[in-house]
């Protein structure tokens, strides 16, 4: 199992830590850095500067959303990063949510999930592979755009710049079942919002079969600290946001996906509290259990037990999301 370094998306304005912590992630041997975006600062920007202060350590976006570019966009963005890195993208994507891409992008979310995902995804493919001109009669992405609003001028089109990588990694962050399993059909590799290795069956259907070489690359909050329950705290602030906040309250993926993994009355209960903006008690009511298999915390003895098992299941990279050198460093003594 490879580790890698999730830094997520800036807060009130960029982090000082971030190129350090890049950078001494990639002396320790972390394999990977990755950035992401919500409704502030972009993924590749920031992945671009770390990529002009590293040399080895591959650069992966996760998740980078789907709404905020069109699939063209999105792969001059990665081919343009592969060749300024030397061929140490990876292109992680996400559909987002409702409230997200009709609140902040201003677009319509997609009434099939699936074909537009599957969509983005051919073209995305289709540009950095550089076959031919990009075309697909999609229902969501159409090369050349055919709307009864368009000039019908449109010409089909190949990248002028040749991509460094055909097969760039393409990887995606599903969390429905259905979402999942046309995953391992169509990607490089799966980016799962909470991973527990206590409880495989959650996924195990959508996982039978998984291509040679398909990478499972989960993210987890991880310290090195003595006492837990003040460790978890983070972690239950994040997860109050998500289940909570991120989300209608009768669309919300990250509850359904929390419900799913054996806390579905918990995942309600924390959805109504935040709607009912009582946001420190949503927080608080995050079960510790819960909060606890999705993350790795406590003493350097507890983490190296648990770490065994995450070693043990489809889980190839382990997206360590972690502030401290410490705990990283801890991490890659573990892990070597």
């Not at 993208?89 to 074909?115: A, C, D, H, I, N």
């Not at 076959?131 to 999609?138: A, H, I, S, Y």
């Not at 059909?185 to 070489?213: F, K, N």
């Amino acid at each position: 199992m490879r580790l890698g370094l999730a830094l997520g998306y800036w807060g009130r304005g960029p982090s000082a830590d971030h190129v350090p912590l890049a950078v001494e992630a990639e002396r320790l041997g972390y394999d990977s850095v990755w950035t992401a975006e919500s409704w502030g600062s972009d993924a590749f920007t920031p992945l671009t500067w770390i990529a002009a202060r590293t040399t080895r350590i591959r650069l992966g976006t996760a998740i980078a959303q789907m709404a905020a570019r069109s699939p063209t966009t999105t792969a001059m963005h990665a081919l343009t990063l592969d060749h300024l890195s030397g061929g140490r993208m990876m292109l992680g994507l996400g559909l987002s949510g409702p409230q997200v891409v009709e609140g902040w992008y201003g677009r319509p979310f997609p009434k099939s999930p699936l074909t537009a995902t599957r969509e983005y995804v051919d073209v995305v493919r289709q540009v950095l592979r550089r076959e031919g001109p990009v075309e697909l009669d999609g229902r969501f992405h159409s090369h050349p755009y055919r709307g009864a609003d368009g000039t019908g001028l449109g010409k089909a089109l190949k990248p002028i710049t040749h991509p460094l990588r055909a097969e760039l990694p393409v990887l995606l962050g599903a969390e429905g079942p259905k979402n999942i399993a046309q995953t391992t059909r169509i990607a490089d590799g799966w980016l799962p919002l909470y991973w527990s290795p206590t409880r495989p069956q959650a996924y195990e259907a959508s996982l039978t079969d998984l291509p040679e070489g398909f990478l499972v690359a989960p993210m987890a909050r991880a310290h090195v600290c003595d006492d837990v329950a003040e460790g978890l705290l983070p972690v239950k602030a994040m997860l109050g946001f998500y289940i909570g906040g991120m989300g209608h309250a009768a669309r919300n993926f990250h509850a359904d996906l929390m419900a799913r993994m054996g806390f579905a009355e918990e995942a309600r209960n924390i959805q109504r509290l935040f709607l009912e903006g009582r946001r420190e008690e949503a927080v608080l009511a995050v079960p510790d259990a819960f909060a606890d298999e999705i993350s790795l915390v406590g003493p350097r003895e507890r983490i190296a037990e648990r770490l065994e098992s995450w070693c043990k299941g489809p889980v190839t990279d382990l997206l360590v999301l972690s502030p401290d050198p410490h705990t990283l460093r801890v991490l890659a003594e573990l892990n070597s």
